[in-house]
């Protein structure tokens, strides 16, 4: 809680709002009501709030999405998963993210709905490729070719999927969704293989173009 007197700049003030909006957000969903409401229980003017977050509860939004990438990257590193598998790295990335969101779930639910709104789309993809990118680097990815796109690609789709599933369910310790994980990851390593042994065969295959030039320009003897 804060005082009418509180001396700290809009800058200063960003994540008390984010995390004075979040309980409210549960109920009110991310509007400009949760943000009023924020600003209130920190015992601050709206046009303070508002200097804080010119771009208004979107920003705030913006801000949790943010947050939630850095504190995803934080705990990986703690957990040291470059000596797992890749698979596992992956699957470890996911779960951790969850896991740290179960709290907020009410809160994501009404983030996603608020990404889907047309006005919201270009930061919703934004924020979805900002977080697979995270768990790829936190796994070590070092890629920089067309791979470091189709891999970020491909974990936006797993990451979606199992973010609804997750959002929906009420088993116990949300065991239902980590076999949903885990079935998701099982399809995207199949599909890994599959292009790994394409490119293999691929490339013991002769070569077209040599094969035309040796019919136009046929080896003397």
């Not at 960003?14 to 009110?28: K, T």
């Not at 949790?64 to 990986?76: I, V, Y």
């Not at 042994?197 to 295959?205: L, V, Y």
Request: aromatic share 8%; with cysteine; proline share 4%.
């Amino acid at each position: 809680m804060t005082s009418a007197s509180d001396d700290r700049t809009p800058l200063e003030l960003r994540l008390p709002i984010l995390e004075a909006i979040l309980p409210h957000v549960a109920f009110d969903g991310w509007t400009e009501t949760a943000l009023k409401m924020a600003a209130e229980d920190l015992n601050i003017s709206r046009e303070l709030a508002e200097l804080a977050f010119p771009r208004g509860v979107i920003e705030v939004l913006e801000l949790h999405l943010e947050e939630a990438d850095k504190a995803l990257a934080e705990k990986l590193d703690e957990m040291d998963i470059q000596s797992m598998k890749i698979r596992d790295r992956i699957t470890v990335a996911v779960r951790t993210r969850l896991e740290q969101q179960t709290p907020n779930r009410e809160v994501v639910r009404r983030g996603l709905a608020t990404l889907a709104m047309p006005q919201n789309l270009a930061l919703g993809s934004k924020a979805l490729w900002a977080t697979a990118d995270t768990m790829w680097r936190a796994a070590g990815d070092t890629s920089t070719d067309h791979n470091w796109y189709t891999k970020r690609m491909t974990l936006s789709g797993v990451y979606s999927a199992v973010v609804m599933y997750w959002l929906n369910d009420e088993s116990e310790d949300f065991a239902d969704t980590w076999a949903f994980l885990d079935r998701r990851i099982e399809d995207v390593m199949k599909i890994e293989k599959a292009k790994f042994q394409m490119r293999n065969a691929c490339e013991k295959m002769p070569s077209l173009s040599g094969f035309l030039g040796r019919l136009r320009y046929p080896t003397s003897h």
